[in-house]
């Protein structure tokens, strides 16, 4: 059964740096791509950043672009999002999700299937 788990949320100062870590189970990296989405409070999900493990590619909100770096490893089987530079704008669930679509990549939520639960980011003084 494909599962996604998300972990390393917490509470930060602006500024400040964190590790988001997404393990993944029965898919292979190499095949499908993997997206980290946020949700704030009252606000819609958005897309934060996607990779496709196989090729490297990668995509990225404007809104993170610079400050966010998504990588993967494939023998752990598993996604990090590194933060850094973070704002009190990034508040916010933090989710992982698997991309449909065999060997595609993007940041349109409605391509992606299996969720995981989410982890939640502060980012407050």
């Known amino acids: 059964q494909v599962q996604l788990v998300e972990s390393g949320g917490g509470l930060v100062q602006p500024g400040g740096s964190l590790r988001l870590s997404c393990a993944i189970s029965e898919f292979r990296l190499d095949y499908y791509a993997v997206g980290w989405f946020r949700q704030a409070p009252g606000k819609e999900r958005e897309g934060v950043s996607s990779i496709m493990g196989g090729t490297g590619f990668t995509s990225y909100a404007d809104s993170v672009t610079g400050r966010f770096t998504i990588s993967t490893d494939r023998a752990k089987s598993t996604v990090y999002l590194q933060m850094n530079g973070l704002e009190t704008e990034d508040t916010a669930i933090y989710y992982c999700?698997?991309?449909?679509?065999?060997?595609?990549?993007?940041?349109?939520?409605?391509?992606?299937?299996?969720w995981g639960q989410g982890t939640q980011v502060t980012v407050s003084s």
């Open positions: 999700a698997k991309y449909a679509a065999e060997g595609e990549y993007g940041l349109d939520e409605k391509d992606f299937e299996y």
